[in-house]
């Protein structure tokens, strides 16, 4: 069985006094027990995003890290400081790191072994523009950025990955996959994961994001290979988060 995930991207938003806010709202509160939480915050808010939700099931994650471990790179963060400032997953290769900052599935795939090296779980994102939607290359392109990943991973290392599929075209435009749309692009990833091994492709979870919010949440999740949401902009309030939390219960 695969347990959802429901993991909010603050990306560059938020607060100090957010992150208490959460803090205070998710200690308040029982999430379902079959229900995975994880909230990926700005570097700055880490420690205290660990603290704050540190009695609660929430885990916290961070948007990127570099794909060095140390050293002259100014500007840059490592996974070991990720860690030890209380992160337990990564987000690496979400559509606007590779739209706005050049990372190609190269970088993506450097950054996916850093984080692995550092023991934390990597959450790929994939998704295809409206562009290449139109141009019927949507499996083309999100199994391609899976396979630069997954062949080039070893047989230990794969299953430590979750996917997330973000179509770009419904990132923050309000316009979401309808379920079904969802739910051909999830199965098509799971049967490419079923080449490399069934079990792989059995307990991988694949995510969706892309203006998932409290109301359309439920019905995306029901899909049979949606196994959690990443949600960007309803991750900011605290009670449409928690509603979509609970909704996957
Ligand atoms: P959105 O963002 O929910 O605001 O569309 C999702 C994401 O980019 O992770």
Same mark, same amino acid.
């Given at each position: 069985?695969?347990m959802?995930?429901i @993991?909010g ?7 100090l006094?957010?992150? %208490?806010e959460? !803090?205070r709202?998710f200690a #308040?509160?029982s999430?379902?027990v ?5 909230l ?6 880490? +420690?205290?995003a @660990? /603290?704050a939700?540190g ?5 916290? +994650?961070?948007?990127t890290?570099?794909?060095?471990p140390? !050293?002259?790179f100014?500007g %840059?963060v490592?996974?070991?400081m990720?860690r030890?400032c209380? *992160?337990r997953?990564?987000?690496v ?7 706005l900052f050049?990372e190609?599935?190269a970088?993506?795939?450097a950054?996916?072994?850093a984080a ?5 779980t990597?959450?790929l994102c994939v998704?295809?523009t409206?562009e290449?939607?139109?141009a ?7 199994l391609? /950025?899976l396979?630069?990943v997954?062949e080039a991973?070893?047989?230990t /290392?794969?299953p430590r990955l979750i996917?997330?599929?973000e179509p770009?075209?419904?990132? #923050?435009? !309000?316009?979401t996959a309808?379920p079904?749309?969802?739910? @051909?692009?999830? *199965?098509?990833l799971r049967?490419?994961?079923?080449r490399?091994?069934? @079990? ?10 892309g ?8 019905e995306l999740? *029901?899909q ?8 960007? +902009? ?8 928690l509603?979509i939390? /609970?909704s996957?219960?």
């Open positions: 069985m695969r959802p995930l @993991a991207n603050w990306k560059m938003n938020g607060s006094s957010l992150v %208490e959460f !803090g709202a #308040g509160v999430l379902p079959n229900v995975e939480v994880a990926m915050v700005p570097f700055p808010y880490l +420690g205290a @660990a /603290q939700l009695e609660t099931a929430v885990m916290v +994650g961070a948007q890290l570099s794909d060095r140390a !050293g002259a100014t %840059e490592s996974g070991a990720l030890e209380g *992160a997953l990564v987000l290769g979400h559509s606007e790191r590779r739209a050049g190609d599935d970088a993506v795939l950054r996916v072994q692995l090296h550092e023991g934390l990597p959450v998704g295809e409206l290449e939607r139109e019927g290359r949507t499996e083309a392109v999100v391609g /950025q396979e630069a997954v991973l070893d047989a /290392q794969r996917v997330a599929y770009v075209w419904a990132i #923050g435009t !309000g316009r309808t079904e749309q969802a739910q @051909a692009v999830h *199965a098509a049967a490419r994961l079923a490399h091994d069934e @079990a792989l492709a059995a307990g991988m979870r694949l995510l969706y994001g203006s998932m919010k409290a109301d359309n949440a439920a999740l *029901a049979p290979d949606i196994d959690g949401g990443l949600v960007g +902009g309803a991750s900011l309030k605290v009670d449409d988060f509603a939390c /609970q996957a219960g």
